[in-house]
């Protein structure tokens, strides 16, 4: 069985640290691939750039997408991604402290798995990570072949 590798698109280094240090915290001990920007997302996902050598034959189990990003947003992000043969079904949760319910509505839009904000306190942000993890990394089960 392939590793469950998480991709995390984050441009904070303050929520990448907090992301990392919970999902560790939680013992969930995935391979976690950190981009910081959406072109960077696209060019992992796409097996393109730096990535070009990746095997597209391992995608990621899920992608963990913050919404404000530097040169490309994450909402232009997930709409190539699900405009794309070889990724549109490739579970993506937009993890974003933005509050905006246009986000939200836009996020679902466009076809996003599950939209979490990212609470405030590290507690209640650890048991959200905790709750991702254990259901996109051991109870969601994703097709074949995506």
């Known amino acids: 069985m392939a590793e469950k590798i998480i991709l995390l698109v984050e441009d904070n280094p303050d929520d990448e640290t907090l992301t990392l240090r919970a999902l560790k915290k939680n013992n969930i001990k995935n391979k976690v691939i950190v981009v910081r920007d959406g072109v960077e997302a696209l060019d992992y996902l796409f097996c393109r750039g730096e990535y070009a050598d990746r095997d597209p034959g391992l995608p990621p189990q899920v992608v963990l997408l913050d919404l404000k990003l530097p040169k490309l947003d994450g909402l232009e992000v997930l709409r190539q991604?699900?405009?794309?043969?070889?990724?549109?079904?490739?579970?993506?949760?937009?993890?974003?402290?933005?509050?905006?319910?246009q986000d939200l509505i836009n996020g679902y839009k466009l076809g996003v798995n599950s939209y979490v904000r990212k609470p405030v306190n590290f507690g209640d942000f650890s048991e959200a990570i905790k709750q991702l993890g254990l259901y996109w990394l051991i109870l969601n089960e994703i097709p074949p072949d995506r």
């Open 81 to 101: 991604i699900r405009a794309n043969e070889q990724t549109k079904l490739q579970p993506v949760v937009i993890l974003t402290s933005s509050k905006e319910d």
